[in-house]
């Protein structure tokens, strides 16, 4: 079993360098970290929780965005031009109607194509106007509304998902530290243990009551243990990073835990409740929440086909001048009445109503939503499969608490046998009627035996924290 502790210890530890986080903050505490204080700091400071809790108030910007498309939609627009050479304007040549303002033409015969300037039309103008829109029905406007909503619900549920993923993970790491510290203490308690026995055997060999072999043993034995506490030293560092890490805590600032491992944790019955339900588990309400937005995309396409209708004005004023510098120089003031001398603005406005109305679109409307709803049939089938799963989960998960719980009571008889026998041994030796090989075989046996329970007591606690997950109990600690 030499090495057994250590590298089960690591392989525990792997899982919790998944989404490992980082940040430059700091946080004291004087009595140290409590695992609620750490899963307080990691909710707080985890960059997933974070980012979660910036989607929330994104969806909160999207519904105060769709709900602006219902207000007055105001565009203020303003031009100056200036045209050189103006367009000319067609028509055929009749001297009758005199269509040119030009009398009889030379050399043009009644009938001709003939081009003009128009001389009404001055070279440089200037128009400035705001143009108002105001939103009276549509159907799609009413459902994004609702859907905008529903797009905010999900956003909470993710959060509230993400929120469990922090919780689960901060308690595993914390658990793992607590747990390898505790076996960092009883490397140090063995090592004392034997380093005595080491002093006593060398002491009887020095006076001829035991041999140069047995010295060797328990030096060998002594030697080992302090690998074991060396590696296990590194190894504690590595557990207080881990948790650093899902906690998103500062690496290089000092932390204390203020907990000890205890097998109290586990005293208390975990109980699903005759009211319990699906919708306790985040994953399930996240679903719940896209089968809400499916079932809005359904209603849009539908409201697609009504009619939109919108009121509308234009007002403005407006301003010509022979040379581009007039538009800038003309009188202050505005007129309504033409005038005649110098250049003036003239004001203008234009209401109304409009409507607008898709009547016909080659059925892609129709297959649109056909679309819709297939999708949403793909998401009622996945709560059957999420059910499914959700029920396998439980189930598991209590198993495998049951059975974490029942070793953890064979390995808690197995260590208090073990620390009897070692007892025994030493005594037996002490008195000259046991030997040196008896004693170490002891202590082998009575390590091994706490290296078995505290790794039992960490599979119990995490079976317990996925039991707790998978009943949607996690959040509500």
Do not use: H
Request: with cysteine.
């Amino acid at each position: 079993m030499k090495g057994t502790g250590g590298l089960l210890t690591i392989i525990l530890l792997l899982p919790l360098l998944v989404n490992a986080q980082t940040k430059t903050a700091t946080m004291t505490t004087a009595q140290g970290f409590t695992l609620d204080d750490c899963v307080e700091y990691a909710i707080n400071n985890a960059v997933g929780v974070k980012n979660a809790r910036l989607d929330q108030e994104i969806a909160d910007a999207k519904v105060k965005e769709t709900i602006g498309i219902g207000l007055p939609q105001i565009d203020g627009n303003a031009s100056v031009s200036y045209a050189e050479t103006q367009p000319r304007f067609f028509g055929q040549y009749d001297p009758n109607s005199d269509f040119f303002g030009l009398g009889n033409i030379p050399g043009i015969q009644p009938g001709d194509v003939a081009a003009a300037q128009n001389f009404f039309q001055l070279k440089g103008s200037g128009d400035a106007s705001l143009s108002i829109n105001q939103l009276i029905f549509n159907g799609s406007y009413i459902v994004g509304l609702q859907a905008s909503q529903a797009y905010k619900d999900l956003a909470i549920r993710n959060y509230n998902q993400t929120e469990e993923e922090v919780i689960l993970n901060v308690s595993k790491a914390y658990y793992n530290l607590l747990i390898n510290k505790e076996r960092l203490q009883l490397y140090e308690s063995n090592i004392k243990r034997v380093d005595s026995l080491f002093s006593d055997t060398r002491a009887m060999y020095e006076n001829g009551f035991a041999e140069k072999i047995d010295v060797d043993r328990i030096k060998v034995n002594l030697n080992n243990l302090k690998t074991e506490r060396d590696n296990f030293i590194r190894l504690v560092d590595l557990s207080e990073r881990l948790l650093k890490f899902q906690m998103n805590y500062p690496l290089n600032e000092d932390f204390e835990v203020a907990e000890t491992m205890s097998t109290a944790i586990l005293e208390s019955e975990i109980e699903e409740g005759e009211d319990w339900d699906y919708t306790k588990r985040p994953d399930y309400q996240v679903l719940l929440a896209n089968q809400k937005l499916q079932q809005l995309n359904i209603r849009n396409k539908y409201a697609e086909a009504m009619p939109v209708i919108s009121a509308f004005a234009n007002l403005g004023y407006t301003t010509q001048s022979p040379t581009f510098g007039g538009i800038f120089t003309t009188n202050s003031g505005f007129d309504e009445q033409p005038t005649v001398g110098p250049d003036k603005w003239y004001g203008y406005n234009m209401f109304g109503l409009r409507m607008s109305w898709s009547l016909f679109t080659g059925l892609q409307r129709t297959n649109q939503i056909q679309q819709e709803k297939l999708a949403l049939l793909q998401v009622e089938n996945s709560f059957d499969q999420l059910e499914s799963s959700i029920e396998v989960d439980i189930q598991q998960s209590r198993i495998n608490y049951d059975d974490a719980r029942n070793r953890l009571e064979v390995q808690k008889e197995n260590k208090e046998l073990a620390q009897e026998i070692f007892e025994v041994a030493t005594k037996k030796y002490s008195n000259g009627v046991g030997s040196n090989l008896e004693v170490i075989e002891a202590e082998n046996s009575l390590k091994e035996a706490d290296i078995n329970y505290y790794n039992t007591l960490y599979e119990a606690v995490i079976a317990q924290l996925e039991l707790k997950k998978a009943l949607g109990l996690l959040n509500q600690q």
